[in-house]
């Protein structure tokens, strides 16, 4: 069972899916102003609208893996500005970090999911909220100022980046780079997520080139390594990342471990 708490162009609402796996189908009921518009748009978020045509698998692992997740399908989440928020907070940190900055941000400032939502779930706060915050906030939060003020920058131009949903994939990365702050990296994360870009790499990312390499050809590999082992996936790298990841493969560590930055003690 999966819960989410959206901020919808109607309003917050609740919507809940509920997997029958046996049967292969999904239930999704949803509450609050927001419940319609979740209800049309929750066969994307599963994954509904993702189209595999032209995804030829040429390496043996990528080949095992696709077989291995014959289910596996990219979601569209929509809602840019949602999902846009908790990518820019995963900015050089750890994914741990990044999600308890979230946890206290939404929990501060959104509001309780509607419906008989578990507790502690709530909407995201609407972009003139994150706009107001003022910088002890953030830093209560463990954010950084060149985070607070990418998020803040996002905010002011929110309907311009809702946008970009209806975009295809290159003029959304445009567009959502034109944002200071908002680099290769964390446009793909945001595009991966509410997009359902098949083919959005996480350029940039700590240990993805390393991962694609390792598995793929048994060494580690940089960016540009990596860009050229997805090159015969041109269309799908990221589903092929995903993929990838989804085994849980992983090279052997050679460097440090990245060091978590509490931000609140500055």
């Not at 999904?26 to 599963?46: F, I, K, N, Q, T």
């Not at 900055?101 to 959104?110: E, I, K």
Request: glycine share 10%.
């Amino acid at each position: 069972m999966v819960w989410r708490a959206v901020r919808t162009p109607s309003g917050p609402g609740t919507v809940r899916f509920s997997a029958t796996p046996g049967l292969g189908e999904v239930e999704a009921l949803a509450w609050g102003p927001g419940a319609d518009w979740l209800l049309e748009r929750a066969p994307s978020m599963c994954g509904g609208e993702d189209d595999a045509a032209g995804f030829a698998p040429v390496d043996a692992f990528v080949r095992e893996a696709a077989a291995r997740y014959p289910g596996f399908r990219i979601t569209r989440a929509g809602q840019v500005i949602d999902l846009l928020v908790p990518s820019v907070l995963e900015q050089k940190t750890t994914g741990r970090q990044a999600r308890a900055s979230w946890r206290t941000l939404v929990r501060a400032h959104g509001e309780p999911a509607p419906g008989p939502a578990p507790p502690g779930l709530f909407v995201p706060p609407a972009p003139a909220t994150w706009v107001a915050l003022p910088s002890w906030e953030w830093h209560r939060a463990g954010v950084e100022p060149a985070r607070s003020r990418t998020i803040i920058a996002a905010m002011r131009h929110a309907g311009r980046l809702e946008e970009t949903a209806e975009m295809d994939s290159a003029a959304a990365d445009g567009r959502l780079r034109s944002v200071p702050g908002i680099g290769i990296w964390t446009s793909a994360e945001i595009r991966q997520r509410s997009h359902g870009d098949p083919d959005a790499v996480s350029v940039g990312d700590f240990h993805l080139p390393a991962t694609v390499g390792f598995a793929l050809t048994g060494e580690r590999v940089d960016d540009a390594g990596m860009l050229e082992l997805l090159e015969p996936y041109l269309g799908h790298r990221y589903r092929v990342t995903a993929l990838i990841e989804m085994t849980g493969i992983s090279a052997p560590r050679r460097g440090p471990r990245l060091t978590i930055q509490d931000h609140r003690a500055h």
